[in-house]
């Protein structure tokens, strides 16, 4: 029987990803298993037409955000989870969702991945793809996709 005792879970801080970290709740409860929660923070833009910011301006951009997220985080987490009663690691990266996620799910020999899908189809979600797509097409995990109801 497959029993996980490293989930990660990705959080874009929608409907979709509280449905996820649900799953992995109940999951981590199961099987006593540990919560790794993730935000991934894209790249800063350091130009725009003629104007570039300076190093201690992205810095200070940069720290912003990862506060921000990290806020988000805890309040996620107390707003869907009905109790603490599994351990749960919080923590921001910043890059490309998809490649950020996967390099975590490597680097902390992750068992399950729950990732939430927010379902798009068509022409433009067959061009741009979605990070749970690529997620589950390249995850070296099982790959909990949670899709909207």
């Known amino acids: 029987m497959f029993a996980p005792k490293k989930i990660l879970v990705?959080?874009?801080?929608?409907?979709?990803?509280?449905?996820a970290l649900r799953q992995a709740y109940d999951l981590a409860?199961?099987?006593?298993?540990?919560?790794?929660?993730?935000h991934v923070?894209?790249?800063?833009?350091?130009?725009?037409?003629?104007?570039?910011?300076?190093?201690?301006?992205?810095?200070a951009i940069d720290k912003k955000a990862i506060e921000t997220s990290e806020a988000a985080m805890n309040e996620q987490i107390k707003r869907v989870l009905p109790s603490m009663d599994v351990e749960i690691e919080s923590y921001v990266v910043k890059g490309s969702p998809s490649v950020q996620i996967l390099a975590?799910?490597?680097?902390?020999?992750?068992?399950?991945?729950?990732?939430?899908?927010h379902g798009k189809t068509g022409f433009i979600g067959h061009l741009m793809g979605s990070v749970a797509e690529k997620i589950a097409r390249h995850a070296k995990c099982p790959v909990m996709l949670v899709r909207a109801a």
């Open 41 to 59: 923070i894209g790249v800063t833009q350091t130009c725009a037409i003629d104007y570039c910011f300076d190093e201690p301006t992205l810095a």
């Open 104 to 117: 975590e799910q490597e680097a902390k020999k992750i068992d399950l991945l729950v990732i939430s899908s």
């Open 29 to 38: 409860k199961q099987h006593s298993a540990k919560i790794y929660f993730l």
């Open 10 to 19: 990705p959080t874009d801080f929608s409907t979709y990803s509280d449905d």
